[in-house]
């Protein structure tokens, strides 16, 4: 048996998220039918981890487990001539027979993109959040920066099945930072992990500090442990991109 790593980019627009569900259209419920295709048996697909409907990504990493003998060149343009032209596989190469990309994962990088014109081009609409109401952008800048370091994000986090197994919510976040990109305001974050709904949600409290309604210590009150109630709105899901994926 041999253990496959591939690199997955996908517009998530007309999707339900990465994770399968019963009778609805899901980024790994495409990859796992086209690789039992190609293999002719069922085949589990795991991803480095959950993103969202309508959330995008151009570094996803999964693994499978494959008996076919395809060289891996092969088995990517098999599988892109199987999927949807909104899931492409971007590379596929040989891993180690233990590799899980969710549990060996060391970072994931995501970027969310807000338009700042009165119009939002048409052919932008599905991947940014069309935001053109007046905001500080200096101030966001600025707010962006406290994100770095190790925090307790549980104000930035929405419910989770998972909750019930009590696990940290302290991330390490290496990498925040805004800045302004023609018509598009960019925020990319760096971290060894993410809760759900986290970068939106980071993004919504960079927006409240852009309206003035949160200052520099309301911001940093927001990511101390026992913070009641939520930091900010999490943000569309469109604006939002899984840019990478570390090892």
Not at 116 to 135: A, Q, T
Not at 164 to 186: D, F, I, M, Q
Not at 209 to 226: C, T
């Amino acid at each position: 048996m041999r253990r496959i790593r591939i690199t997955v980019a996908y517009d998530g627009t007309e999707y339900h998220g990465w994770q399968v569900q019963p009778g609805l259209a899901t980024i790994q419920g495409w990859l796992e039918k086209v690789a039992a295709e190609i293999e002719g048996a069922p085949v589990d697909v795991h991803g480095s981890g959950r993103t969202d409907a309508g959330v995008h990504a151009v570094g996803q990493v999964a693994a499978l487990t494959l008996a076919n003998p395809i060289p891996c060149e092969n088995l990517r343009k098999a599988m892109n001539r199987l999927l949807p032209k909104a899931i492409r596989v971007m590379a596929v190469e040989e891993a180690a027979a233990d590799f899980h990309p969710r549990f060996q994962a060391r970072a994931k990088s995501y970027e969310y993109r807000l338009w700042r014109g009165e119009i939002c081009p048409p052919m932008r609409r599905l991947y940014v959040c069309h935001h053109p109401y007046p905001l500080d952008e200096g101030a966001m800048v600025e707010c962006a920066a406290l994100f770095v370091g190790e925090h307790d994000f549980s104000a930035f986090a929405a419910a989770d099945e998972k909750d019930e197994l009590g696990g940290s919510k302290v991330r390490l976040v290496t990498e925040a930072r805004l800045w302004r990109e023609g018509w598009e305001l960019v925020f990319r974050v760096r971290g060894s992990g993410f809760l759900k709904h986290m970068v939106r949600m980071m993004t919504g409290t960079l927006v409240e500090a852009g309206k003035g309604n949160l200052g520099r210590e309301d911001f940093l009150k927001r990511l101390e442990p026992g913070f009641e109630g939520k930091a900010g709105p999490a943000m569309p899901a469109a604006g939002l991109c899984l840019l990478s994926v570390e090892y």
